[in-house]
């Protein structure tokens, strides 16, 4: 069973900065990226990145702000977030893709606020 654990989420200022981090219990996908959803808004993709060529790509509300990265050694993909804002404030998860197959993580809740 494919199992997704994320980490990393807070309260922060905006300006601010936090880095999350998801573990996945199998390193076999192809693609492995970040999701946000706040509440009464639709889940929205955040960044993505490519397993095999490390091709990258993210929101435009989160470019030149926001880096996705991966460790393979340690199936862990992290979201490093700079310059956060009021407006990124969501609960966030992990998610990967195998073989005609998506996986999910229980999400993060990340709070930008005064």
């Known amino acids: 069973q494919v199992q997704l654990v994320e980490s990393g989420g807070g309260l922060v200022q905006p300006g601010g900065s936090l880095r999350l981090s998801c573990t996945a219990s199998t390193s076999i996908f192809y693609v492995m990226g970040w999701y946000r959803q706040a509440p009464g808004k639709q889940r929205e993709l955040v960044a993505t990145?490519?397993?095999?060529?490390?091709?990258?790509n993210y929101a435009d509300s989160v470019k030149g702000r926001f880096t996705i990265s991966r460790d393979n050694a340690k199936n862990t993909v992290y979201l490093q977030m700079n310059s956060l804002k009021p407006e990124d404030t969501a609960v966030y998860y992990c998610?990967?893709?195998?073989?005609?197959?998506?996986?999910w993580g229980q999400g993060t809740q990340v709070t930008v606020s005064s």
């Open positions: 998610n990967a893709a195998g073989t005609g197959t998506i996986y």
């Open positions: 990145i490519a397993s095999r060529s490390s091709v990258t």
